[in-house]
Structures are given as C-alpha cells and as structure tokens.
C-alpha cells in the first residue's frame, strides 16, 4: 500500500510539474525546439519537435490520471533525455550561480520519469 502511495505521489507531483512546460510551448510554440533540430541536421525537424507535446502533455497528463504511469514515465525520461543532449549538452560538467549542477532541473525530470517506468507495480500476494 506504501509504495502504490508513493507512485501515486511522485506520478501527479511529476505530472504537475512538467506539464507546465507543455502549457508555455502550446503558449509560446514549438520553434525554437525545431531551430535546434534543424542545427543539428535532424531530419523532419517539424514533425520531431511535435514530440515535445508527447512528452511535456500528453504523458504528464496520463501520470495525474495514473493512466500507463510505467509509459508515460519512459516517455518523459525520453524526453528529458533529449532535452538535456539538444538544449543543456553544454551544461553538463557546469554548476550554476549558487553550486548546483546546471542541468539539476532536467536531470530530476529525468530520473523522476525513469523511476515511474521502472517501478514494480504489481500486487503482491
């Protein structure tokens, strides 16, 4: 019963969280994620960046309806993964002003989303 609560807290605290980040790209777009593709010369860069709402949306909204919590976390470790490789790849042996890893932010997406698709949800008999 104790760890069904702690999924359940760490899926909608996630879930919350991140999907904040989904509601500022449907606000402000989706460009900036296709300029970077396309700097890098990924292919289909449009229909790519469109990812980004799977990830940042779509799977933060399944996590706060507890719906494929082990899916919806792997897709968000994705997601955070290409973040951190595309838009912070630069930042990863930095700290920030006040000593904390300058990539803090992603990684604890990343870890948060990996812990959910990984986690034994199973009942136990």
Do not use: C
């Amino acid at each position: 019963m104790e760890n069904s609560n702690s999924i359940r807290l760490l899926s909608v605290g996630l879930g919350v969280l991140l999907l904040f980040h989904g509601i500022d790209k449907i606000i402000n777009g989706i460009d900036h994620i296709v300029n970077m593709l396309v700097a890098v010369n990924i292919p289909y860069a449009n229909y790519i960046a469109l990812g980004v709402f799977v990830g940042e949306l779509i799977a933060p909204l399944l996590l706060i309806a507890g719906q494929y919590v082990r899916a919806a976390g792997a897709i968000i470790a994705f997601n955070m993964l290409v973040a951190i490789l595309l838009v912070h790849r630069g930042d990863i042996f930095s700290l920030g002003d006040h000593g904390a890893w300058s990539i803090e932010l992603p990684m604890i997406y990343l870890i948060g989303g990996l812990t959910l698709a990984i986690l034994d949800q199973g009942k136990k008999a």
